[in-house]
């Protein structure tokens, strides 16, 4: 009843222009009481009347009224306003559905200030006084009001929880600890809490690491997104500018290059956008994991810790650092260049050197080329099954086991002709052409034995036909007790370990070409940053006092 009084009273004092308690409240010979800004505004609207009105009662009045602070009527109002704001302080301080009650609190019970563990009650400023007065107290746990405090009680025993079983992983009581739980492996709830609370710390150093991480490559991520459009439109400028020089079949052909640019470009900015919406919904599930550990940290209450723990401590799964990874801003330069060495051939080699355009394109990753992988289990990510082509084998090779495997015969094998053939270098070239990002194995037998890449066009007779001896082809010899990569009968002598089995590893569209000494781990041969302009092909070559020596291709 009294609140609604205060109700009463307050319509009684409102201005009825508008609608609020009265402001500098003036009284009009009517009796109507009125803000007076708002009569002055009302009367201001009307002042092409000679004659003025009360708002309310319509009232005229002649001459206009002069308006003066009816102060009494202001005091009024100001005490008001006073009981008003000392009503709402009281309501604010009751509980509502959603705080904490006071369990002392008789009737309308005040909204709680803490809640002690041992008690398992909560109690409001007044209540809770006695915990700080009284030395029987003293000792009891105080913390943030909490709703939950009876599970803190053991359903079995009907006593308060204390303990922590490490053996089934669930807070007990001391009952408990002699019966269901005897033998386990027990410990205080503080003392269990000590030992998570150590562990949450270094989940949380790992989610923020996460988080700065997937930053770092967001930003690396714009980057790159930020130079695949200017790129790209060079690539096409030149060209256009290169096809405008030839006749009207390269006319056709200048616009297939670019119709697979712009597709290419679609492509790799879609599958950025991709990554780049992945990566910022990994970041915000990261921050809220974060504060999710953060605000565990703060639970005062050791049950309630320890019943939440294992649910927060599971992580998504990281999206992979290594799929972003800054490369030379040449992105379809490659194209450019065999588009120009197509104007040098013309039409008579012009179908050649399209297919060439054709899979440089279709083989390009600008963007998103991962970095080169650690473990051997990385790279087996990306193993091929290479085997032998017998049309390319020299005839003192015998192929077996599906053609994978190669060994060193003394007496020359009946090949049938083929212009593929090698002819003067016991070697073979693979059956299948390789781009983009490929891994496989060689199994040796002994030393003396090459492992190499090269293009399809290598010589097949004479000196220059031997694998790295030309610009055609990268090799890696073992023999004696010393390890040389050639290339272009430029040789590099290699202060590696010897193994049995030698892993390569190919990012054709990147350039890059590796060698791998393949044990226990993987140890790096020799690594090659180039442009290949071709497809390549897997090589395998014997040195002439290795008869007997075998390579396979592992499967």
């Not at 030839?246 to 697979?260: H, P, R, W, Y």
């Not at 060994?407 to 002819?423: I, V």
Request: hydrophobic letters at 30%; charged letters at 25%.
């Amino acid at each position: 009843m009294e609140q609604q009084g205060v109700q009463l009273d307050r319509e009684t004092f409102c201005c009825s222009i508008c609608m609020e308690l009265l402001k500098d409240p003036v009284a009009l010979p009517c009796g109507h009481s009125f803000c007076m800004r708002c009569i002055k505004n009302f009367w201001d609207e009307e002042e092409e009347r000679t004659i003025q009105t009360c708002p309310q009662c319509r009232q005229t009045f002649r001459p206009k009224p002069v308006l003066v602070k009816n102060t009494m009527l202001a005091a009024v109002v100001e005490e008001l306003k006073k009981s008003e704001l000392q009503s709402a302080l009281a309501c604010h301080c009751y509980a509502g559905p959603a705080d904490v009650g006071c369990d002392s609190c008789t009737g309308k019970n005040l909204k709680a200030t803490k809640s002690c563990l041992q008690c398992l009650a909560s109690y409001c400023e007044k209540h809770l006084q006695p915990h700080y007065d009284s030395p029987t107290f003293k000792k009891h746990k105080l913390v943030d009001p909490s709703k939950k405090l009876q599970e803190n009680i053991c359903s079995r025993h009907d006593e308060l929880m204390k303990m922590f079983c490490r053996t089934d992983q669930q807070c007990i009581c001391y009952l408990c600890s002699v019966d269901e739980h005897k033998g386990h492996d027990t410990v205080s709830a503080p003392a269990e809490r000590t030992e998570r609370q150590r562990e949450l710390g270094a989940s949380r150093q790992k989610v923020q690491q996460r988080i700065q991480d997937r930053e770092k490559d967001v930003k690396v991520l714009q980057q790159e997104m930020e130079a695949i459009n200017p790129s790209a439109d060079k690539a096409v400028r030149d060209s256009e500018e290169i096809f405008r020089q030839l006749s009207c079949l390269m006319e056709k052909i200048s616009s297939d290059v670019t119709q697979q640019i712009r597709f290419q470009q679609k492509s790799q900015m879609s599958r950025a956008e991709k990554l780049h919406e992945k990566l910022e919904q990994e970041i915000t599930e990261l921050r809220k994991k974060d504060a999710e550990l953060q605000q565990m940290s703060h639970i005062e209450d050791h049950i309630q810790f320890l019943q939440k723990y294992p649910s927060l401590l599971h992580l998504s799964e990281s999206t992979d650092s290594a799929s972003i990874n800054i490369r030379p801003l040449r992105y379809f330069e490659e194209v450019t260049a065999a588009v120009s060495k197509v104007t040098d051939k013309l039409q008579n080699i012009l179908s050649e050197e399209w297919t060439k355009i054709s899979v440089t394109l279709t083989d390009m990753d600008v963007l998103l080329s991962p970095a080169e992988p650690k473990t051997r289990a990385d790279f087996l990510k990306y193993a091929r099954e290479i085997t032998m082509d017998p049309n390319t084998a020299n005839t003192r090779l015998s192929l077996s086991e599906g053609n994978r495997k190669a060994t060193l015969m003394r007496e020359k094998h009946s090949y049938s002709a083929h212009p593929d053939r090698f002819t003067y270098n016991s070697q073979v070239l693979s059956t299948e052409s390789l781009t983009g990002r490929c891994y496989w194995e060689v199994e040796r037998s002994r030393r003396g034995v090459v492992v190499a890449v090269a293009y399809k066009d290598i010589k097949r007779r004479g000196n220059e036909s031997l694998f790295g001896y030309n610009e055609q082809s990268w090799s890696l010899y073992h023999y004696n007790n010393s390890c040389t990569f050639m290339h272009n009968s430029i040789s590099t002598d290699l202060s590696v370990p010897q193994s049995s089995r030698v892993g390569v590893y190919l990012d054709h569209s990147a350039g890059l070409l590796s060698f791998y000494s393949v044990s226990q781990t993987m140890t790096l041969l020799h690594r090659v940053q180039t442009t290949f302009t071709q497809p390549l092909y897997a090589g395998i070559c014997f040195l002439f006092f290795s008869n007997g020596a075998t390579a396979k291709f592992s499967k």
